[in-house]
């Protein structure tokens, strides 16, 4: 089953059930109006969903509307166009190792055990289409690509076995990073605020049967394919070099908190470590060509630069569709 | 005007007003049903819900209930149960400079003019006489007294002065710690996830003008009275020692990206110079007893102990209520 969100008529927006092949969508305010409350009564909303998934995939769902029209005309949000909780986690331990060889260090043994993770602010999520906004490119905008689960509520202490029950909805997310504040910004010791900006989530966001056999002990083994500027940047394959999984990264974001239903967990950037898989976000690639060339080539984003994050399937079809994003000025 | 939420229906509680003297409350479910929504709508709700404050002042409301009643039987939720960004500063850097002291560290200069700040998680705030929960003792379970604004938009960028403009509601807070994780996870570099609980607000907040000329210039002039076991613990000011304003806390969270109405805005754990007004944590006594008498001797909470967090007002009368909660093991 395929979700997704319309902009409006509340900041939690309109719930709608996608085609498989996001050419149709239909909302379906008799069920539930939103994401949100979907995911607060999921054992009884998900069969009626379900049933209406169905029917527009047999055709039958005669209210259904052009969902790539909206997706053009700007009119879809993100799936969870807010959510209490963002953590991410840093799954791909390549993506740390290059930061940190950059600056002739090591990674901590206990980052193999014990994952990295930050809280972000998740209050407005971009929609796929809506710009990348920042007040200066000296902040030094960047993406970052990454998977992300939506869960239901969770146990304080849940095992990662538990965390596995928990997992309502697969999507992908632009992690946007304002690179140049977050050397200042980590070195006072609380993590990212200013460092960290919106984030995007893909147009729809799936459960995880839609992932078929790619769906494996909490990992998506499908690649990101990440364009810059329309320009082919990485295509990382997010099953491959992946220290932890979704389940283990909700099990340790619920070790000391109960998760609410509605909460987003991220992998983190994916990274694998062939080089030739490229990278899904502009600093690795600047870290690599420090070591390798002795200075970074890559620039980070300026306004009008636009990015592309896309999975697809084996046979090649889009998931989730694609964030496409164009970064732009921010006016009050 | 003084605001509450009672549980349920749904997770966003249903929004009450109540009396000057926290005895009566209404619900307003003609105007809004959640105080989320009336933050999202505050320029047509508020002047609503003051009339309604106005009526219950004057004894007018018919369908007025008991609120301590309410409040004793655990029917109080925080009011505002759930929120999108928990974004807390550290206001007070005597309290920043007596942690740094015990570990022979001096506080970086810059320090005095970019505030320490980290996000938390804030989807499932306690009520105020909810318990604290824990599934370990050995967390080193530890309360933190705090002032928060609850805002309501914020542009990016917002400056100090703009900031002030958005804050719709003011509280108090108890930020629960969990000392002992908290070291190795700040040493990850990443800020706090497992080292915060769950946070508990005040039975009520208030709109700034309820604290007359206490409220100046984005702080907050009155003594946070914290009582630890039913023993005094402190009463630190929270006008004083404050190097940061909750302006400035909110405009340094705004700063690269927009804050969406609710979003709450802490000034972190209220800490005088003068050693006789106590503490509001606990660890700072720790600390300060560890460098004057060469070990701490204050326990973290265990459970069964007991916390309480009030502000009074001039003539002695509570502004928010008290914060009364309880240890206890969390059972799944």
Redesign the interface.
């Known amino acids: 089953m395929k979700l997704a969100s319309l902009k409006g008529p509340?900041?939690d927006g309109t719930l709608c059930v996608v085609s498989r092949d996001l050419t149709r969508a239909v909302t379906v305010e008799g069920i539930v109006p939103t994401l949100q409350r979907a995911l607060?009564d999921w054992a009884r909303v998900e069969p009626k969903l379900r049933d209406v998934f169905e029917s527009i995939q047999g055709g039958h769902e005669r209210h259904a509307f052009d969902f790539q029209q909206a997706l053009s005309a700007g009119r879809v949000a993100a799936a969870l166009p807010?959510?209490?909780?963002w953590?991410d986690g840093?799954a791909y331990l390549t993506h740390v190792e290059r930061v940190r060889r950059a600056r002739n260090d090591k990674v901590?043994e206990?980052?193999y055990s014990?994952p990295?993770?930050?809280?972000?602010?998740?209050?407005?999520m971009m929609g796929a289409r809506d710009p990348i906004?920042?007040?200066s490119e000296d902040?030094g905008i960047d993406l970052e690509g990454e998977v992300v689960a939506v869960t239901g509520d969770v146990?304080?202490?849940a095992t990662p076995a538990e965390a596995s029950q928990a997992v309502r909805l697969v999507s992908i997310v632009n992690d946007v990073s304002?690179r140049r504040?977050i050397p200042?910004e980590?070195a006072?010791?609380?993590?990212?605020?200013?460092?960290?900006?919106?984030n995007a989530l893909a147009p729809v966001a799936v459960t995880p049967d839609e992932l078929g056999t790619a769906w494996d002990d909490g990992k998506v083994h499908f690649r990101l394919v990440v364009h810059v500027n329309g320009k082919w940047f990485g295509n990382p394959d997010a099953g491959m070099d992946a220290t932890f999984s979704l389940f283990d990264l909700i099990a340790?974001?619920a070790?000391?908190?109960?998760?609410?239903a509605?909460?987003l967990v991220g992998t983190g950037t994916i990274s694998n470590k062939d080089p030739a898989t490229g990278y899904a976000c502009l600093m690795e690639a600047r870290l690599v060509e420090q070591v390798e060339q002795g200075e970074a080539k890559t620039p980070f984003l300026k306004f009008g630069d636009t990015v592309k994050i896309e999975m697809f399937d084996h046979q090649g079809d889009t998931i989730f569709g694609a964030i496409e994003q164009r970064v732009e000025k921010?006016a009050?």
């Open positions: 509340g900041r607060e807010r959510a209490y909780e953590l840093s901590p206990s980052f014990d990295l993770m930050y809280q972000g602010g998740a209050g407005a906004r920042a007040i902040w146990a304080m202490g304002f504040l200042a980590l006072k010791g609380f993590g990212f605020v200013n460092g960290k900006g919106a340790h974001a070790r000391t908190r109960e998760l609410k509605g909460t921010y009050k």
